[in-house]
C-alpha cells in the first residue's frame, strides 16, 4: 500500500520531481513542501545536486501532475521567499 511522503513521514523516503529548463539540463529535486504567499500558491524544492539550492515556483495541481510556474516578478519573488524562510525558520 503506498502512502503519501510528505514533511510529517518518518519512513525516510521523500517525493521527487524532475525540473528541465530551457537549455535541456536536468536537475533532480526534493519537494520540501507547498505554502501560501500574497493569496497564491507556491512550492518550494531542494535541488539534489552539489549546490543543494532551494527553488521556489508557483504551482498548479492537476489530477496526476503538478504545473510549475516561473515567478517573473522580482517582488513576487521576494515576498515568496520571505514567507519561504519564516517557515523554514530561517535556517
Known amino acids: 500500500m503506498e502512502h503519501e511522503h510528505g514533511p510529517d513521514c518518518c519512513c525516510g523516503e521523500s517525493n521527487t520531481v524532475t525540473i528541465e529548463f530551457e537549455d535541456d539540463t536536468a536537475v533532480e529535486c526534493e519537494i520540501i513542501g507547498t505554502f501560501e504567499a500574497n493569496g497564491k500558491e507556491y512550492i518550494a524544492l531542494l535541488k539534489q545536486d552539489e549546490s543543494e539550492d532551494i527553488l521556489i515556483y508557483g504551482f498548479k495541481e492537476h489530477e496526476d501532475d503538478i504545473e ?24
Not at 513576487?76 to 514567507?83: I, N, S
Open 68 to 91: 510549475l510556474i516561473d515567478i517573473e516578478d522580482e517582488e513576487e519573488f521576494q515576498k515568496a521567499a520571505d514567507v519561504l524562510d519564516e517557515l523554514l525558520g530561517d535556517e
